[in-house]
């Protein structure tokens, strides 16, 4: 029976689907990455006699030709990287599902990436930023009102902006002061909220998102002014309109602290200079890996080291 890779790849990413609720974003840069490597390996079959790229192709000269051939053609060290991990996931699964004997991925390795440190609000201009956004939460304005919720939740709790817009009513926890948050891959986690969210939350509820109910809100916890849930591309725009409309503007804030990730990147780095061990903030953000949570603690350094440059005569 041939294994022919397109077929595969239809059964792979169902599974993905179906089983591993992986989202469409995903399944998309999935399907792109691995159509890539089949459309490849047709060009270097077709110079041989045609053949179509079966299980049998996945082999680790043929995975890393088609990584070579993708930094030829300059794509980033981000998108080679990607790639290889769309290429080892789905050789595994080849692997794990007994179309191949080997599994090729284990010897595939990725381009090393150049981490940036995230871009961060320090805790000072995030205070005059929320009292910028709380200026006009008035009982006249609830766009205001909502948008003041949006900031005090982003920080508060580190939510990425998708699990924000997906928050209905029965994902809060008004007793305990806590979200139930939806992450990459289905995962739920509990984040907690202080008070200052709290005040928002009952100033959205009790004044702002009654005026922009109707039969289309649902559950829906943050509307649009037509009723709506409000949607993550609706978030990031007015997220990084008030925040290139205060004075941060300004002062030379870096272009990239002016977006929502910045406020998920200021709560980690915040908690972290305020004492919280790595293990917990890596559960607050919903990181699979502690990898991933310890670049947070490369910007604390770097604060650090700032503050120590400016504060020591021998420095």
Request: proline content about 4%; some cysteine; aromatic content about 6%.
């Amino acid at each position: 029976m041939r294994n022919q890779l397109i077929s595969l790849l239809g059964e792979y990413l169902s599974e993905l689907t179906r089983l591993k609720g992986y989202s469409p974003n995903t399944i998309k840069s999935y399907s792109a990455d691995l159509r890539g490597f089949i459309d490849f390996q047709a060009a270097e079959n077709g110079s041989v006699g045609g053949d179509e790229p079966e299980a049998r192709d996945l082999t680790i000269e043929n995975l890393r030709n088609y990584l070579w051939f993708a930094t030829k053609e300059a794509a980033a060290k981000s998108t080679v990287a990607r790639k290889a991990v769309s290429l080892r996931m789905f050789t595994a699964w080849c692997y794990e599902h007994k179309f191949i004997d080997v599994d090729p991925g284990l010897r595939l390795k990725s381009p090393k990436l150049d981490r940036p440190l995230p871009a961060v609000v320090s805790a000072e201009a995030m205070q005059q930023l929320l009292k910028w956004v709380n200026d006009s939460a008035t009982v006249d304005n609830p766009t205001g009102i909502r948008d003041l919720l949006v900031f005090e939740l982003l920080y508060a709790t580190g939510a990425r902006v998708s699990e924000l817009a997906a928050l209905n009513l029965e994902h809060i926890d008004h007793a305990r002061g806590l979200l139930s948050l939806v992450g990459k891959g289905n995962k739920q986690r509990m984040v907690p909220f202080g008070q200052p969210a709290q005040r928002a939350l009952d100033l959205w509820l009790q004044q702002g998102r009654p005026i922009f109910l109707n039969e289309q809100s649902g559950n829906a916890l943050l509307l649009t002014a037509k009723g709506k849930r409000l949607g993550v591309r609706q978030i990031f725009d007015l997220v990084a309109k008030n925040l290139a409309a205060t004075p941060l503007a300004g002062n030379g804030a870096n272009a990239k602290a002016l977006g929502p990730h910045a406020l998920r990147h200021s709560f980690a780095t915040h908690l972290l200079d305020g004492g919280a061990d790595l293990r917990s903030v890596q559960e607050l953000l919903g990181h699979a890996n502690l990898a991933t949570t310890q670049i947070y603690t490369h910007v604390s350094v770097e604060r650090l080291r700032d503050s120590y440059k400016q504060a020591h005569p021998r420095a």
